[in-house]
Nanobody
Framework: QVQLVESGGGLVQPGGSLKLSCAAS????????MRWYRQVPGKQRELVAA???????NYADSVKGRFTISRDNAKNTVYLQMNSLKPEDTAVYYC?????????WGQGTQVTVSS
């Protein structure tokens, strides 16, 4: 069982920045495949960014060049640095971990981009 706790969401103006954190339980964090998703009401959950155990990354086209995913294995934490935020980035952001083909989710953190 892997527990995930997101933090760092909030209200930010367009063009601003936020950094989300996701703290994971377990002693095998370094091998977890970690992803950030987001979801707005009435829409499917969307993959935003992913990072492998070797720190290879990939991003949705909509966030490339603005968002950066990273991980700190010593702290069992994955981050999502979000810059140049747009109103369309408003969503609940979820952390996801994959371990031994099983998926785990955090409770989500709200990000609102509005003036």
């Amino acid at each position: 069982q892997v527990q995930l706790v997101e933090s760092g969401g909030g209200l930010v103006q367009p063009g601003g920045s936020l950094k989300l954190s996701c703290a994971a339980s377990g002693s095998r964090f370094s091998v977890y495949y970690m992803r950030w998703y987001r979801q707005v009401p009435g829409k499917q959950r969307e993959l935003v960014a992913a990072i492998t155990s070797s720190s290879s990354t990939n991003y949705a086209d909509s966030v490339k060049g603005r968002f950066t995913i990273s991980r700190d294995n010593a702290k069992n934490t994955v981050y999502l640095q979000m810059n140049s935020l747009k109103p369309e980035d408003t969503a609940v952001y979820y952390c996801n971990a994959i371990l031994s083909s099983l998926g785990y989710w955090g409770q989500g953190t709200q990000v609102t981009v509005s003036s």
